[in-house]
């Protein structure tokens, strides 16, 4: 049973009662759904392009881009510490025995040139489609034909204990406090960004220095895949060279609590 509220007994308002169809429901929405991302896309652009936002640039741009701001920063710093360095050099009532102290603890921080003998390795990835050189090996995955953080870590530690008195990875020196770190197939240090081939170049006496190299077990782990993938390996003898001092910053970064 139904009243004269829910039915009208007149032919005045005959659409009230029927109920919207499916279709004009889903139109409706689908011209909401336009309306609201078209409101979206203009407050997001706010009258700009934002095909050329650099929030949508990719990553490796934006990380090549950071590593290029970090060089030149490196290089402005390493100026101005050369600046303040010759400013103290004139008179800070120091003595003799005081200077020659400080000369050879900036020496040891590696923060000055360093030239002597050297010798420089070279590491480089495999060719993509390389195969098993020798039988008995398995067929290379991806992971065997690329430099990894451990292999670029065992070369520097082989040549510290050759006794290097000096090691530049890339363009960079190589004090205390630095980290050799990959992330990918790319080389992160200090800051900055490197892609293979990776060079290292170590002053000391080159005797010593290959006879690390070849003692260090992880190189000889290393030479393996050289051997049956491709990795790449060179050794050169460079003669006299003369390394850079260290210019970037010496401050300590170190995590802290949170409170």
Same mark, same amino acid.
């Given at each position: 049973? +139904?009243?004269?509220?829910?039915? /009208?007994?007149?032919?005045?308002?005959?659409?009230? %009662?029927?109920?919207?169809? /499916?279709?004009?429901?889903?139109?409706?929405?689908?011209?909401?759904?336009?309306?609201? &991302?078209?409101?979206?896309?203009?407050?997001?652009?706010?009258?700009?392009? &934002?095909?050329?936002?650099?929030?949508?640039?990719?990553?490796?741009?934006?990380?090549?881009?950071?590593?290029?701001?970090?060089?030149?920063?490196?290089?402005?710093?390493? +100026?101005?510490?050369?600046?303040?360095?010759?400013?103290?050099?004139?008179?800070?009532?120091?003595?003799?025995?005081?200077?020659?102290?400080?000369?050879?603890?900036?020496?040891?921080?590696?923060?000055?040139?360093?030239? %002597?003998?050297? &010798?420089?390795?070279?590491?480089?990835?495999?060719?993509?489609?390389?195969?098993?050189?020798?039988?008995?090996?398995?067929?290379?995955?991806?992971?065997?034909?690329?430099?990894?953080?451990?292999?670029?870590?065992? #070369?520097?530690?082989?040549?510290?204990?050759?006794?290097?008195?000096?090691?530049?990875?890339?363009?960079?020196?190589?004090?205390?406090? +630095?980290?050799?770190?990959?992330?990918?197939?790319?080389?992160?240090?200090? %800051?900055? #960004? $490197?892609?293979?081939? $990776?060079? &290292?170049?170590?002053?000391?006496?080159?005797?010593?220095?290959?006879?690390?190299?070849?003692? +260090?077990?992880?190189?000889?782990?290393?030479?393996? $895949?050289?051997?049956?993938?491709?990795? %790449?390996?060179? #050794?050169?003898?460079?003669?006299?060279?003369?390394? /850079?001092?260290?210019?970037?910053? #010496?401050?300590?970064?170190?995590?802290?609590?949170?409170?």
């Amino acid at each position: 049973m +139904s009243n004269s509220a829910d039915s /009208p007994q007149d032919g005045s308002s005959p659409a009230r %009662g029927r109920r919207l169809r /499916p279709v004009r429901v889903l139109t409706v929405a689908v011209f909401a759904l336009a309306g609201l &991302i078209f409101f979206t896309s203009f407050n997001t652009a706010k009258g700009t392009n &934002i095909r050329t936002d650099t929030s949508l640039l990719k990553l490796s741009d934006l990380i090549q881009e950071r590593s290029r701001k970090n060089g030149a920063l490196d290089e402005s710093n390493g +100026s101005l510490r050369r600046e303040v360095e010759s400013f103290a050099e004139r008179d800070d009532g120091s003595t003799k025995a005081q200077d020659e102290k400080l000369a050879a603890l900036e020496k040891g921080a590696g923060t000055q040139q360093v030239k %002597g003998e050297a &010798i420089t390795v070279t590491l480089n990835d495999a060719p993509p489609d390389a195969t098993a050189k020798l039988p008995g090996y398995p067929e290379p995955q991806p992971d065997y034909l690329v430099i990894h953080q451990q292999d670029l870590q065992a #070369v520097v530690n082989a040549l510290w204990q050759g006794g290097a008195k000096g090691i530049k990875v890339m363009d960079q020196r190589l004090i205390s406090t +630095s980290a050799v770190r990959c992330v990918g197939n790319t080389l992160i240090l200090q %800051g900055r #960004v $490197y892609s293979p081939p $990776y060079k &290292i170049t170590a002053i000391g006496d080159p005797d010593r220095l290959n006879k690390a190299l070849s003692a +260090s077990p992880a190189i000889q782990n290393y030479m393996v $895949y050289v051997n049956v993938y491709g990795l %790449g390996w060179k #050794v050169t003898q460079d003669g006299t060279v003369t390394l /850079p001092g260290y210019s970037g910053t #010496v401050d300590l970064h170190y995590a802290q609590p949170v409170e």
